[in-house]
């Protein structure tokens, strides 16, 4: 079961540590935030982020959403 854990469900192909650019199109405003850590698979791009990341990911959207700005576009850092 673990050998599975860096295949790519979608394609088997073979997944890396990276870093991406996640973006986030509200109503009100569109978030852009670079250098978040995340799998990649080396085949179809396919991007996995881990519960902290994606929690952090969460906390700065919402504090983008707070700002009321059109675009902000920002470093992915520790909120938490
Ligand atoms: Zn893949």
Redo the contacts with the bound molecule.
């Keep these: 079961m673990s050998s599975t854990k860096n295949i790519?469900p979608?394609?088997?192909?073979l997944k890396k540590q990276g870093t991406t650019t996640f973006t986030v199109d509200m109503k009100d405003t569109l978030v852009v935030i670079r250098n978040v850590p995340a799998t990649l698979?080396s085949?179809?791009?396919?991007e996995w982020l881990s519960d902290e990341v994606a929690a952090n990911v969460e906390s700065m959207v919402e504090e983008a959403k707070n700002i009321h700005r059109q675009v902000e576009v920002t470093q992915y850092r520790k909120v938490a």
């Design positions: 790519c979608l394609c088997g192909g698979c085949l179809c791009g396919n």
